[in-house]
């Protein structure tokens, strides 16, 4: 720009010294003519003429030269305007890559991290399972496979470190052309010098942020392939835990599946049995003594009641009477304390059902116990009836019962 500055202020001195030129020779013609009287006249015009003739168009012709110097000075400012333009671009583009070269080393320095403590967990885990550890050689055929699967991850990793030196091998050949294009700026005009020179500065800060960069992901290549490598020996031991436990979970989610179905089934006898009838009765016969013999069959009345949930005994009668169809579970104790006979008729409605009897020899408390399943409909009547010269004998300790319930209905 100096140099440009310096060619105006030359031009704007050469017109002014032209037009001085023109003007000064026409007055030095007048003084001549008005002085100069002893001179002669006519020689003198003749050589002022001829001087003026010469001086004018060498003058106008230099204004032209100077001005076409200018206009291709300017033409030669601008290109050089443009080129350091793109040599800015190119700079600018060469810091966003540098940027994006920091922000890849800071996502492998925050994945570094991740994998230390992943690390560090599974290597909590690994003392837990090394009390397993000889079971787990007998899948070594399992870790095998695990460990081609590693490779083939490390094979992944390598062909990504590749990937990044290239980037780094075209970042390096693109610094090196905007240092030699800068050089060559530098050449062409000396304000560009000092530019081209801070940008040199930049760059060459840029390459050893690059060299630096370069060596900090050649450390954590180094420590990702060490993490790996123990990674790899702690998933080879993790991998049957890890199939155990899927076992395990696999086994719990059926064991919840048929608990819920189990729960599901409870649920709904719930509801039955709180629809169901309820049916059931305790009964002793007396706290009197002895009872009988008599001359006839005669209908035991159990007088004593403990349990007649569903009020289908009778203590005034001794009748069971059943409330609704199902099937039914009687039980009867016989106990005498004389000898002789003791024993039962066991009826529903007129019908016998059953006969139990025994013979005693000498006197002494004896006991005679049965039981029966009937189907009964609602209305049908069991009672126990004692047969004629047949004794039994009750107390306080409840020697004779008469129990039953309803299984279920029908």
Sequence with gaps: MRVVVGLLLLLLAL???????????????????????????????????????????????????LRDMVVELKVFVELLQ????????????????????KCRIDQLERENAVQATDLTSLGTRLTATESKSSDLEKENAVQATDLISL?????????????????NADLQTRLSSSESELLLSKSRIDQLERENADLQTRLSSSESELLLSKSRIDQLERENADHETRLTATESKSSDLEKETADLQTRLSSS???????????????????????????????????????????????????????????????????????????????CSNR????????????????????????????????????????????????????????????????SGSLLFTL
């Design 15 to 65: 017109c002014g010294s032209g037009a001085q030129g023109e003007g000064g020779g026409l007055g030095q013609v007048g003084e001549i003519s008005e002085f100069q009287e002893t001179a002669p006249r006519d020689a003198a015009e003749e050589s002022t003429k001829q001087t003026t003739e010469q001086t004018t168009p060498d003058i106008w012709a230099e204004v032209r030269a």
């Design 339 to 402: 000898t002789g006979y003791m024993g039962v008729y066991v009826y529903k409605n007129n019908q016998l059902i059953m006969f139990n009897d025994e013979g005693k020899e000498e006197v002494g408390l004896e006991y005679l116990t049965k039981s029966v399943v009937l189907e009964l409909k609602a209305g049908d009547e069991i009672y126990l009836v004692l047969p004629s010269d047949y004794s039994l004998y009750d107390s306080p300790h409840n020697h004779n019962t008469f």
């Design 151 to 167: 490779g083939t991850r490390l094979t992944a990793t390598e062909s990504k470190t590749s990937d990044l030196e290239k980037e």
């Design 256 to 334: 919840e599946s048929e608990l819920l179905l189990s729960k599901s089934r409870i649920d709904q006898l719930e509801r039955e049995n709180a629809e169901r009838p309820k049916v059931a009765f305790y009964t002793a016969l007396t706290d009197a003594g002895h009872v009988g013999p008599y001359s006839t069959d005669i209908t035991l009345k159990y007088s004593k009641v403990f349990t007649n949930i569903g009020n289908a005994y009778n203590p005034a009668t001794g009748f069971f009477t059943a409330p609704v169809k199902g099937v039914y579970y009687l039980q009867f104790s016989v």
């Design 82 to 101: 443009r080129e350091n333009s793109d040599l800015q671009t190119r700079l600018s583009s060469s810091e966003s890559e540098l940027l994006l070269s």
